[in-house]
Each structure stands twice: as structure tokens, then as C-alpha cells.
């Protein structure tokens, strides 16, 4: 389990940079940029940056978290390495927990991996994979991955993976390096988590009270089983920062009704691909509502718990989630389309007007 830590800032980078080159130059393009923005943003003293995984669509097209991760940490000695979040069914187990070994000898920072089933039917239907068996794949995946990474000989027997014969990992994993999350929206996942011994990492696609209601769940079962409830809980949250309300605001459903189009295509909502997978019910009520969210009307509402606003409201609503439980905040200025401009000026506000007033 993660030990607490005190308020810590990381950003999201993702390769969103518009640009009028189609194909692999254009995707160069959004790689550099993405690049840059990691630069920027520990230039500006944040500690740690977040990657997205997704695959197949214009959607936050980084395939390949550690991969990304790995070349970061070569390129930003230092800085934070955080994942919201590799989707864990999708991966061979062992592999995952080598590469992840690897990572933590690749960086003298902190990893802050977190990890989810994943939602998106074409990213499933790629693999071959039944979504109906995510819950349990995770699991068990999760449990392979934590038993390897303890650095001790380790087998498991499960109903979809195994390890027949007891193996250590090779090189070594730095273990106290490595804090891994399980992603929630709801306090049932909340307390799933915490029943496998997982840190939680909240997303405000959820409503605030909801994440207040799953960190209280976690909390409550964490301490129950023995654990630490008072470990780091990370937040991943939309960020844009701005000298009046109003125009932040613009800003952001300017960008955010872009980032929900892209939602709404990756994940094939008017489809309901979820409507007869079981363990997927609460996902058809998120996706129409992030399908909603598409027209710029029904924004106002979801402004309400990201951070859009003045520094001194921005400020504020830090201090919000502080009292709930959040400990690490991942600010997310990359929208798909935003402009290297609007995401360096939100990250740098943040940074210089906003953390030294929380």
C-alpha cells in the first residue's frame, strides 16, 4: 500500500497537438509536442506527468505507456511517472510486471501506475478478448503482477492465467518505487480496490460528491483489512486557469466538448456496445452522460467540480478535494485539438499563481 504523501501537483500529456499533417507526420507532430509539454511542465516544478492509454482511434492515441514512460525518463531525469491508466486485461501478466521492474530501475522518481478494465469495445474486439471476463482478468493480472513484483519466487493457478512453476522477476524491481492504483468511479469499484490490497486513483468524469462517496468506501474497507486509509489518492481533473471565470470557462467548453466528441467516436456510444456485457451496467449510465456532454450546452454543469476558473477558484477547489481525501492532483490541459498555447498557459498558472495558494 502507498504511504501518504503530502499535496503533490503532476500534468497529463497526451499527443492532442492540432495540426494540419494527416498520417505518421502528423502523428510525429502530436509526439514532439507531447514531448515538449513533458519539458515544460517540470521546467515549471511539477512532479510528476500522467500518459493515457488508448488505441486505434484520434482519442489520446499512446498505445504503449511504459514505452512512452521509459523514453521520459530519459529525457526528463526526475520527474514523476504516472499512467491513467494501463488497461490491465489487455496485458500477459508476467510481461507487464518485467517491463514495469524495468521502468523503476529507469528512473530514480516515483511510479504511480494506475490501472483500469478498460471500456472501449474496438479496443477488445482488436485482441480478441471477451469484455464480459474484464473484472476477473483484472484481477487476476493485478495479483500476478503483485505477487511478481514483491521480487520473491511466485506461481499462481487462476481460471485465465497461470504460472505453473515458481519464477523471480529478472532484473529486480525497486518495489517501493512503484504504487500501483486501481481506477474508480463509483464506491462499489472503491471497495473492490480496496478488498485487493489496490491504492484508488479518481477521475472527475465523475461528480465531486462521487469521488467523496468512493475515497470514503476505500477508506473504510482499506482500514478494516489493516491497510494504510490515509495512503496517497490521486485525482486525474480537467485544468484550465484564466484571469476571469468567464473566460475560463469558454475555454474550457470550448476544448471539453471536443475532448466528449472524442469520446463519444472512440467509444462507439450511440452503439451502447455495453447494454448486454455484464459488470458494464454503471458504464452505460457514464457514457450517455459523457454523450451529452458533447453538446456544449450541457457543459456548465460538469465545470462545477474540474478546475476552471481564476487562480484564487482554481485555488479553492483544490482545497475542496483536499478535504475529501485527494492527496495528488494529475491536471489534465491536454484536450484533444487544444493548442500548445492554451495548455502551456493553464500549466503555467497553475504552477506559479494557484499551488502557492493551497
Same mark, same amino acid.
Given at each position: 500500500?502507498?504511504?501518504?504523501?503530502?499535496?503533490?501537483?503532476?500534468?497529463?500529456v497526451g499527443?492532442?497537438m492540432?495540426?494540419?499533417?494527416?498520417?505518421?507526420?502528423g502523428d510525429?507532430?502530436?509526439?514532439?509536442?507531447?514531448?515538449?509539454?513533458?519539458?515544460f511542465?517540470?521546467?515549471l516544478?511539477?512532479?510528476?506527468?500522467?500518459?493515457?492509454?488508448?488505441?486505434?482511434?484520434?482519442y489520446? #492515441?499512446?498505445?504503449? #505507456?511504459?514505452l512512452?514512460?521509459?523514453h521520459?525518463?530519459?529525457?526528463?531525469?526526475g520527474?514523476?511517472l504516472?499512467t491513467?491508466v494501463?488497461v490491465?486485461?489487455w496485458y500477459? #501478466?508476467?510481461?507487464?510486471?518485467?517491463?514495469?521492474?524495468?521502468l523503476s530501475?529507469m528512473?530514480d522518481?516515483e511510479?504511480h501506475i494506475?490501472?483500469?478494465r478498460?471500456?472501449?469495445r474496438i479496443?477488445?474486439d482488436a485482441?480478441?478478448?471477451d469484455?464480459?471476463?474484464?473484472?476477473?482478468?483484472?484481477?487476476e493480472?493485478?495479483?500476478?503482477?503483485?505477487?511478481?513484483?514483491s521480487g520473491?519466487?511466485?506461481?499462481?493457478?487462476?481460471t485465465?492465467?497461470?504460472?505453473?512453476r515458481?519464477?523471480?522477476?529478472r532484473?529486480?524491481p525497486?518495489r517501493e518505487?512503484?504504487h500501483?492504483y486501481?481506477?474508480?468511479?463509483n464506491p462499489?469499484?472503491?471497495e473492490r480496490?480496496a478488498?485487493?490490497?489496490l491504492?484508488?486513483l479518481?477521475?472527475?468524469a465523475s461528480p465531486?460528491?462521487?469521488?467523496?462517496?468512493?475515497?470514503?468506501?476505500?477508506?473504510?474497507v482499506t482500514a478494516?483489512k489493516g491497510?494504510?486509509a490515509d495512503a496517497n489518492?490521486?485525482?486525474w481533473?480537467?485544468?484550465f486557469?484564466a484571469?476571469?471565470?468567464a473566460e475560463?470557462?469558454d475555454?474550457?467548453?470550448?476544448?471539453?466538448?471536443a475532448f466528449?466528441?472524442a469520446?463519444?467516436?472512440?467509444?462507439?456510444?450511440?452503439a451502447?456496445?455495453w447494454k448486454?456485457?455484464?459488470?458494464?451496467?454503471?458504464?452505460v449510465q457514464?457514457?450517455?452522460?459523457m454523450e451529452a456532454m458533447?453538446?456544449?450546452a450541457n457543459?456548465?454543469?460538469?465545470l462545477?467540480?474540474?478546475l476552471?476558473?481564476?487562480?484564487?477558484?482554481v485555488a479553492?477547489?483544490v482545497?475542496?478535494?483536499?478535504?475529501?481525501?485527494v492527496?495528488q492532483?494529475?491536471?489534465?490541459t491536454a484536450?484533444?485539438?487544444?493548442?500548445a498555447?492554451?495548455r502551456?498557459?493553464?500549466m503555467?498558472?497553475f504552477a506559479?499563481e494557484?499551488? #502557492?495558494l493551497?
Open positions: 500500500m502507498n504511504e501518504r504523501a503530502d499535496v503533490a501537483f503532476g500534468f497529463t499527443p492532442v492540432p495540426t494540419a499533417q494527416d498520417g505518421p507526420a510525429c507532430e502530436r509526439y514532439r509536442a507531447m514531448l515538449e509539454d513533458c519539458r511542465g517540470q521546467s516544478g511539477f512532479g510528476s506527468v500522467w500518459v493515457l492509454e488508448h488505441h486505434f482511434t484520434d489520446y #492515441p499512446s498505445p504503449s #505507456p511504459l512512452l514512460l521509459s521520459v525518463a530519459a529525457a526528463c531525469p520527474l514523476g504516472g491513467a494501463i490491465l486485461p500477459e #501478466p508476467v510481461r507487464f510486471a518485467e517491463e514495469l521492474a524495468m530501475l528512473t522518481a511510479l494506475g490501472l483500469g478498460g471500456v472501449a479496443e477488445y485482441r480478441n478478448i469484455m464480459a471476463h474484464s473484472r476477473d482478468l483484472f484481477r493480472h493485478y495479483e500476478i503482477a503483485d505477487g511478481l513484483l520473491a519466487p511466485f506461481r499462481y493457478e487462476g485465465h492465467a497461470t504460472i505453473p515458481a519464477v523471480t522477476l532484473p529486480g525497486v518505487r512503484i500501483l486501481g481506477a474508480c468511479n462499489g469499484t472503491a480496490m478488498e485487493m490490497g491504492g484508488l479518481c477521475t472527475s465531486f460528491r462521487q469521488n467523496a462517496d468512493s475515497i470514503e468506501a476505500w477508506k473504510a478494516a491497510g494504510h489518492l490521486p485525482l481533473i480537467h485544468c486557469v484571469d476571469s471565470e475560463a470557462r475555454e474550457a467548453i470550448t476544448y471539453l466538448a466528449f466528441r469520446v463519444v467516436a472512440h467509444y462507439e456510444t450511440h451502447n456496445p448486454d456485457v455484464p459488470t458494464y451496467e454503471r458504464n457514464q457514457m450517455e452522460r458533447a453538446d456544449p457543459l456548465p454543469p460538469f462545477e467540480h474540474q476552471v476558473g481564476t487562480p484564487a477558484q479553492a477547489q482545497r475542496r478535494y483536499r478535504e475529501i481525501g492527496t492532483f494529475a491536471i489534465n484536450q484533444p485539438g487544444r493548442p498555447e492554451s502551456h498557459r493553464s503555467e498558472r506559479r494557484v499551488i #502557492p493551497v
